[in-house]
């Protein structure tokens, strides 16, 4: 199970707080990533997170988002700041690796505009 949520919409340079609850199965030994889908685009990486809370992130988004992870909660976090107009994107959370084929939830929408 993924429950994604905190989406919205936000004015450009604004900030947002998603969360994403995963069962202990998808959660527990995995590294853990956000990902995003924007209109007529493929689904891409966006952060990600080892068990032990190493990061990682897209060039887009460098200096910009946080990706944290509370492995008691199996709840992965990604805090957003600054945003602008091209972050506009259905987000979703999942392990990472993962497969198009894989369950991904609804994921949450976010919504950058003035």
């Known amino acids: 199970q993924l429950q994604a949520s905190g989406g919205g919409l936000v004015q450009p340079g604004g900030s947002l707080r998603l969360s994403c609850a995963a069962s202990?199965?998808?959660?527990?030994?995995?590294?853990m990533g956000w990902y995003r889908q924007a209109p007529g685009n493929q689904r891409e990486l966006v952060a990600r997170?080892?068990?032990?809370?190493?990061?990682n992130y897209a060039d887009s988004v460098k200096g910009r988002f946080t990706i944290s992870r509370d492995n008691a909660k199996n709840t992965v976090y990604l805090q957003m700041n600054s945003l602008k107009p091209e972050d506009t994107a259905v987000y979703y959370c999942?392990?990472?690796?993962?497969?198009?084929?894989?369950?991904w939830g609804q994921g949450t929408l976010v919504t950058v505009s003035s």
């Open positions: 997170i080892t068990l032990r809370g190493s990061e």
């Open positions: 999942n392990k990472f690796p993962a497969h198009p084929a894989n369950y």
């Open positions: 202990g199965s998808i959660f527990r030994f995995n590294i």
